[in-house]
């Protein structure tokens, strides 16, 4: 069959999967949400902005043909998953996930398991710590109720507005880190504790590693549920769940 796909995009992954399709001169575009001030530029034709949730992304796919989506969103950009789900179901489109293996916890890991970010909030309900918040920019108002902590923050862009945490340096920076500049951060900061989320992978995994060397406790959020869909765990897993599709929509 002729693919048309619609690459839910952002991640490091995205990225690598556009450049696998482009190769294979394969039709398809790439759609940002449009949260990075600096999207990477794609080989692919691109679209930035939200699609107007279930109803707006199932017109999107009926009005441009799009005959698979593959939703290469960071695990925490829930509803974004969660209407792709609903969308595709909708318009019986195929759908797969490009998704990112979790960090696991290893012997000697101190980690706190939270749900959610309200829980990552709960945990820090205490005695003053240097925290490592590295959660980007779009919670950082739900810590409010705990301003007793230093905050270091590392964002990919400067925060819209005042940040409600008195006490906080901010870095402005983009990864991939390093396991040793990582290192010096947390020490330069005297870090006691990192709040993360489990977002896996290799590309934030420095900081994960960092705290292991230095035995610095983790709050780790979770990832949220998201509805079954086929997974993948790398781009040449999505050309090889595109063979198996034939003209009459059989597998």
């Not at 909708?90 to 706190?112: I, M, S």
Request: glycine share 8%; hydrophobic share 40%.
């Amino acid at each position: 069959m002729t693919h048309h796909l619609l690459i839910l995009g952002g991640t490091t992954e995205a990225t690598a999967l556009a450049h696998v399709l482009h190769d294979a001169e394969i039709q398809a575009t790439f759609s940002y949400a449009g949260r990075v001030a600096r999207p990477k530029r794609q080989p692919l034709p691109t679209r930035i902005g939200g699609f107007g949730g279930v109803d707006g992304l199932a017109d999107y796919i009926r009005e441009n043909g799009i005959t698979h989506v593959v939703d290469a969103t960071h695990p925490f950009a829930a509803q974004m998953s969660m209407n792709a789900v609903a969308a595709c179901a909708q318009t019986d489109t195929y759908l797969a996930a490009l998704t990112r293996p979790k960090w696991q916890a290893q012997v000697g890991d101190e980690w706190r398991h939270v749900p959610d970010i309200a829980g990552a909030v709960a945990a820090l309900d205490g005695h003053t710590q240097n925290v490592m918040l590295a959660i980007g920019r779009m919670h950082l108002d739900a810590f409010a109720p705990c301003p007793q902590h230093q905050y270091l923050l590392r964002l990919v862009d400067a925060p819209d507005g005042d940040v409600p945490l008195p006490n906080r340096h901010i870095i402005v920076d983009q990864g991939p880190f390093s396991v040793e500049g990582d290192t010096a951060l947390m020490r330069d900061h005297s870090i006691e504790i990192v709040v993360a989320k489990n977002a896996g992978g290799t590309g934030a995994r420095a900081k994960i590693d960092a705290a292991r060397h230095l035995d610095i406790p983790i709050i780790m959020i979770d990832r949220p549920a998201i509805p079954d869909r086929p997974e993948v765990g790398k781009p040449q897993d999505v050309m090889d769940w595109l063979s198996h599709f034939s003209t009459d929509r059989g597998v």
